[in-house]
Structures are given as C-alpha cells and as structure tokens.
C-alpha cells in the first residue's frame, strides 16, 4: 500500500483554505482543484509517477494505472466521461491512502461512484469469496438498494471472473439474509438494524475479519434516525472479529455536515481523519441549479389544495415529473389517493401512456417499495408521493420538481428534499407552499441554510378559484381523511414546537381544511378528549370549538404512533427518528432525539399558555 501524503495544489484562482488539523475546504469551482500528490511516494505498483495526473476524465483516471481496465472500461461503457468535482477529489486518496475521510458534496453530485471506484479496485486486487473487503451502510432499504444498483451498472460490463466476487450482498429489512459464508461477497450494503442483528451471527460476523472499507453514506441521517447507538455497536463487533493489522478505512459522505457528524467521526474514526469539504463556507449547501419558489399561502388548505392540483397539472399539461413530500405515512396516503382521484378521472384511465403514479413510504412492504421506485425511476413522467424516507440519496433521473407544503423539521431535510431534483448536471424546481404563519421556517431556511429563493409568490385568488374548481370535480375525498388529519395535528404539534409558530394558528388552519374536504362549513375534529388533552395537551376549554367528542375511544401512546410516519420502531425501520422513543429524553422535549444540531439555531420564545 502505498503511504501517500495529498497535497492540494490548484491552478490559479483555487484556493484552499487549510483550517484545524486536516480539515479542508475548498472553493466550489472545482474544475480548477486538482488532487496531486507528493511525487516522492506517489507512485503505483508501476512505477507511474501519480503526481502527473489530472484527475478529471474518466481517460486520466485509466492513465494513473491505478485502476484494473475493468473497471475503466465500464464507465466508458456506462457513458461516463468526466468526473465529477467530488470524484476528482476523492477516489484517489481512497484507494491510496490509509486514513478516514469525512466528504461533503452536493446533493446529486456522483458521491456513490466517488467511494464505488476505488473500493471495487480494491476488492478485485485483494477481494476473496465469502470475506467482505468494503461495507457501505445506508439510512433506508432503498437507498441500500440504490447503491447496489449503482455498483451493478459496473459490474455488468467486467469479465465473468469478477462477477461472483463484486455483486454486493445486501442486507436490509425485508430481504432474506445470507449467512452462508461462500456466497457473500466482497462487497456488502445494509442498513443499520439488519446489520447489527446479522452481527450476532458469529459467522457471518466472521466474514468481515478483513475489512477495509467502513463507508457511511449519508452519514448525517444516519445518526439523526437514532442509529447512533447501532453504528458504535457495528464498529464494536467489526473490531472484535478483525484479524488482520491493516488498517480499517472508514469513510462519510453527506451532502450536509453538522457538528454532531464531526463528534461522531471523532469518535469513530479518530482525530487523524480529512474533511473534504466541496462546499465552500459561504455558499448555500443547496445545488445551485435548482431553481427555488416560494408560494406564499394563507393557510394549510391553501397549501395542500395548491400543491395537489400544481403536481397534477405538471403531469397533465407538461409531461413533468414530479417528487411531493408529505410530513406523515397517513398524509402521503390520502395525497396518494387524491392524486390519482384528481388524474385518473375523465377517460385518462384508459390512456396507453400513463405516467408512474406511485407511493412510497415507510410502512409499504419491500416488494411495494422496490416495485414504486423501479416504476417512478423507468417513466419519463409521473408522481412519487412520499414520506422522509426517500429525502436522502435516491436518484431518479430528470425529476422536474420537488414540491413540498409542510415545514421540514430538519433544515438539512429541506436542502435534500429539493437535491431530488437537478441530480448531475441537471436542473430543476422545487416549489415550498408555505403559511403566513410559517414565516419562522422560511427565516430559518434562509439565515442558517442560506437558503435563496428566487421567486416568492402569493397564492393569488386567481389560482385559488381554479383550484378549488378543479377540486369540485372530484369524488368524495373524505376516505383516509380522518387519519391524515390526526397525523397533520400531531406532526404541527412538533412543527409548532421546533419553530415557534403558535398551535392555535394550525388548528385553526387544519379545521378549515378538513371541513373544506368533508364539505361540511361546521364539522369538527372526530377526535376524543384522550387525544385532544392527552396528546397535543389542548385544555379542554379550548378543545371544545375544535374537537366533537365523537371519538372517544382510548389511544395508546404506542396506538397513536402508528398514526405518524415516526412511530415507535419507525415502521419498517426507515421512517423512525425523532419520534423514537428509544432515544433519550432530554428534559426539553418528550420527542426529541437529539436532533438539535439542526434545528434552527435561534430558540423561539415558548411559553405554557396553549394560546399563547
Ligand atoms: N462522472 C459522472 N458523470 C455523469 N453522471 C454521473 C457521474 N457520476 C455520477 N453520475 C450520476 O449522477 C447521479 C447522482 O449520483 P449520486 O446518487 O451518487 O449523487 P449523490 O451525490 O450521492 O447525491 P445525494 O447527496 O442526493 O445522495 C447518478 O445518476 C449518477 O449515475
């Protein structure tokens, strides 16, 4: 192994700006920022002198014959011919150099093939069946599957002889685990949980005595799910089964890195790590092809109304392809439905191209999720209705929009909300509906993310009155209604909270939508006094002009879970995070799992009057 020093030497204009230790940032013109590395050590098994190289193309990175021709030649074969700035900057200290790498890169700029590359070098010079060389632990099952897709689009093109030793074994909730040490591969991808659990397997555990590779994607996310404890268990039982000296080489990659990521990485990988950042302190962490709109509204009903009727109209009039995030499982479901109601009437149903109408969320079994993706991911138009779970890391080609029409409560979330949409190269809008009253969140989006939109336009009575039109024809929607408004009260619960933005205002916000669904100008929330006082501690005096005490049945804490996409165990696993009762309580918040790195830095004045 070759014991190479990176220094950064950049052509003019590019200047690094080395702060602690071997912490590094960068400008963000990285077409002007070259790896090179010290020419006394930087060589390769053939002698070539790695300091040479420009690492930009796909022809440079053949040329340091660092790289099998495999692995070469199918990018050449995958169309792959420049390198992304994160690329250029990452895959060779991967492959040459020992120590841990901590990387931020923006959303959708090719960070999956940056650690891909050189750990498929690595497994086909030193990879043997049934020990796993490189590891890659992802937040959710399908962005488990993702990478293994990713690595597969390689690998299709090697000779037959690799084929065995490379395809990645997955492990993740929902498939069947193999344990049998021949058939597990070089390389292996799994979430956290399924991960932990296969670790008490003594063979299986076994299989990973000679790893080299810890990567983290989506590092950030993943110690917000809660997984925290898990991942220094997984390090644990890594370290216990290891047999051999080298050295054990764990990577993160995110496209946003708070301080909780850099105590995790302090702790996991020690104080010898590189940070690279391609982000520069100053810019905004969002992509700066997407285009960003603010649709001001005045109230929640407004919000929903106006997303559900922009997403279809995208579909209908402009073949558009569009990603909607919902705050909960039961929301996404009842949006699911209106969509298809609002797109499905008329006589489209028996149109021959009909776009992918899909959903995915967290309670969906595996075979729905894989099928939803694989759907939304082949057609060139359509609608994905989801949760949180698809925020991070999924890839899917040409999304023309993003909208969103509830407060994300993680500002990170937002920036990766939108990064579904202009992904390499591309560009794309993402549209945010957003209350008088959620003032607090834009201000928090702009100051602490530096967030810019670049249109902010009223939700005009003009779009209104066309929405409410195009709502009027369609069916009763009221089916599923009641639990998506159960979970909406308990989800601006929390947004309340986190934000400062007083409850009254979205119970306010929230009756009259539901009585504009049910058509009903003096319905009231079906809910009981148990969930009124219990759950969202609404004083009973005030819970009478909100809620009919028609339902008096007695919810469970855990029952009330499984009306929000953060239940207890999340769910299928993916979904869980703040709600996570596992995690500690810290006397602020009973719902909190430790996600203050990332909340907005300004604590809002609280106060224990519920009207306040
Ligand atoms: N060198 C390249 N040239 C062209 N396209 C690329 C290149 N590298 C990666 N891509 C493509 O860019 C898209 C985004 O890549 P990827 O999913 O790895 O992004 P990411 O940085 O991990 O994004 P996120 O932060 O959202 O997870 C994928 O479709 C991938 O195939």
Redesign the pocket.
């Known amino acids: 192994m070759l014991a190479l020093k990176p220094i950064w030497k950049p052509r003019t204009g590019f200047r690094p700006v080395v702060s602690v230790g071997n912490i590094l940032t960068h400008r963000s013109n990285f077409s002007s920022g070259i790896v090179r590395y010290n020419s006394v050590a930087a060589t390769t098994s053939k002698d070539v002198d790695l300091s040479a190289f420009k690492i930009e193309t796909v022809k440079d990175l053949a040329q340091t014959g660092v790289f099998d021709k495999s692995i070469t030649d199918s990018l050449s074969k995958e169309k ?1 011919t ?3 700035p ?2 250029q900057q990452v895959i060779l200290p991967i492959v040459t150099h020992d120590k841990g790498l901590v990387c931020r ?9 940056a650690f891909a590359l050189p750990t498929l070098q690595d497994s086909i010079k030193h990879g043997r069946l049934g020990k796993v060389r490189t590891l890659v632990i992802a937040p959710t099952r399908d962005l488990a599957l993702q990478i293994e897709n ?1 690595y597969l689009r390689l690998i299709k093109h090697m000779p037959v002889k690799y084929k065995k030793l490379l395809t990645p074994t997955v492990h993740i909730g929902g498939k069947r685990t193999i344990f049998n040490s021949k058939r597990i591969s070089s390389i292996a991808i799994a979430t956290p949980g399924r991960l932990n659990d296969n670790l008490n397997n003594e063979m299986f555990k076994e299989a990973f005595d000679s790893l080299r590779y810890r990567i983290y994607d ?1 590092g950030d996310r993943l110690l917000d799910q809660g997984f925290e404890r898990e991942l220094y268990e997984i390090n644990e039982k890594l370290r216990e089964s290891r047999t051999v000296d080298s050295n054990l080489v764990p990577l993160l ?3 946003t890195v708070n301080d909780r990521v850099h105590n995790f990485a302090l702790k996991s990988i020690g104080r010898n790590y590189d940070f690279i950042n391609t982000v520069n302190e100053n810019e905004p962490e969002a992509h700066e092809n997407i285009e960003q709109i603010l649709v001001k509204t005045d109230g929640i009903d407004e919000s929903f109304k106006g997303a559900l009727c922009f997403s279809v109209k995208t579909i209908t009039e402009s073949n558009g392809k569009v990603i909607v995030f919902l705050p909960t499982i039961n929301a996404a479901n009842w949006f699911f439905s209106a969509v298809k109601e609002a797109y499905f009437s008329g006589d489209r149903r028996k149109s021959r191209n009909r776009p992918a109408i899909v959903l995915l969320h967290g309670k969906k079994t595996q075979s729905a999720r894989e099928i939803a993706v694989s759907k939304f991911r082949t057609n060139a138009t359509g609608i994905l209705v989801t949760t949180d779970v698809a925020a ?2 999924l ?1 899917f ?1 040409d999304v023309s929009h993003v909208v969103q029409m509830t407060p994300s409560m993680s500002l990170s979330d937002y920036i ?1 909300k939108i ?1 579904r949409t202009a ?3 591309a560009h794309g809008q993402a549209i945010l509906y957003s209350t008088r009253s959620e003032e607090k969140y834009v201000n928090a989006l702009e100051k602490e993310k530096g967030i810019k939109f670049s249109h902010v336009v009223q939700y005009s009575d003009q779009a209104k009155e066309e929405d409410e039109v195009f709502f009027e024809q369609l069916g009763d929607l009221s089916p599923e209604f009641q639990d998506c408004i159960r979970s909406l009260l308990s989800y601006y619960k929390q947004v309340s909270s986190v934000f400062g933005i007083p409850f009254r205002k979205y119970l306010d916000s929230l009756l009259v939508y539901y009585r504009s669904i049910l058509n009903d100008s003096s319905a009231k929330f079906p809910f009981g006094r148990k969930f009124s006082l219990g759950i969202l501690s609404i004083p009973d005096r005030v819970a009478s002009s909100y809620f009919s005490d028609g339902d008096r049945q007695f919810r469970s804490r855990d029952n009330f879970n499984q009306f929000t996409s953060y239940n207890k165990y999340g769910g299928r696993g993916d979904d869980r995070n703040r709600y996570d009762s596992r995690n500690k309580f810290d006397g602020r918040n009973k719902f909190d799992n430790g996600r203050r790195f990332d909340r907005p830095k300004k604590t809002f004045k609280r106060s224990n009057r519920f009207d306040d």
Do not use: C, I, P, Y
């Open positions: 792959f420049q390198l992304t994160v690329q890169a923006k959303t959708g700029t090719g960070k999956t093939l990713e989506e990659f995110s496209a991070r890391g890839d080609k990766h990064g992904r390499a190269g």
